[in-house]
């Protein structure tokens, strides 16, 4: 079993199930995988808008795991947002690769090019091109 982290975009993408994403997080599912977000994702995909049947929907598939930020998270956070450039606006993408990094989960996000520079850092990103 391996552990995915959904970002936001694919929390949101759970709603279609002819998106791509959706169907990547279901292969996935099939494969073993077990899907969670971390508080940041879920923060952002929350404060909507957002129906209640899609919010039921994302808490049956990460089986209501949702992880919270630890002083760990924040300090790697810290010395990734340093690292890549001190980014204006990358606070979140910073925090929500820290989890990911920090579980040994794989991120599975739409905006690949806003995460790929935490790669050399130890960040696993689903290709979606291969589902």
Aim: with cysteine; aromatic share 6%.
């Amino acid at each position: 079993m391996y552990q995915l982290l959904l970002d936001t975009n694919a929390l949101i993408a759970l709603s279609d199930p002819h998106h791509k994403m959706f169907q990547a997080i279901e292969a996935s599912l099939r494969r073993g995988a077990r899907a969670s977000t971390c508080s940041v994702a879920w923060h952002e995909y929350v404060r909507g808008p957002l129906l209640d049947k899609d919010r039921a929907r994302a808490l049956r598939v990460i089986e209501s795991r949702i992880i919270a930020l630890e002083r760990r998270n924040a300090e790697m956070a810290a010395e990734l947002y340093n690292a890549t450039g001190r980014r204006r606006g990358s606070t979140a993408d910073c925090l929500i690769a820290s989890v990911a990094i920090n579980t040994k989960a794989e991120l599975m996000t739409l905006k690949i090019s806003d995460f790929e520079l935490f790669v050399p850092y130890g960040l696993l990103l689903t290709d979606l091109s291969a589902a």
